[in-house]
């Protein structure tokens, strides 16, 4: 099967639909995406959860741990192992 110039498969429309999330998509995939957009439910679906989960995700106050905390845990947690593994 030939490969259509402005028509896509789901999974590229998927594809450009996360990238469009992170803002990465170009003009022109976005323009082929919105084209897919008006006849394929299965990719309306998507592109729907896609924005409901970007929502989510910014309205989310999820606090990551510094790279100061993840060294200081990882120590703690390789002392704690240390201790278990020089046991009898």
């Known amino acids: 099967m030939k490969k259509s110039f402005l028509f896509?498969?789901?999974e590229e429309a998927k594809h450009i639909?996360?990238?469009v999330q992170?803002?990465?998509a170009t003009g022109w995939e976005r323009?082929?995406?919105g084209l897919r957009l008006t006849w394929c439910q299965i990719t309306q679906k998507y592109s729907k959860q896609n924005n409901k989960?970007?929502?989510s995700m910014d309205k989310a106050s999820v606090e990551?741990?510094?790279?100061n905390e993840k060294e200081e845990l990882q120590k703690s947690f390789e002392?704690?192992?240390a201790k278990?593994?020089?046991q009898p």
């Open 79 to 81: 002392s704690e192992l």
């Open 22 to 24: 992170y803002n990465e």
């Open 64 to 67: 990551a741990m510094t790279l």
């Open 17 to 19: 639909c996360d990238k």
């Open 8 to 10: 896509i498969s789901c």
């Open 31 to 33: 323009f082929k995406l």
């Open 84 to 86: 278990y593994q020089n």
């Open 53 to 55: 989960l970007t929502e």
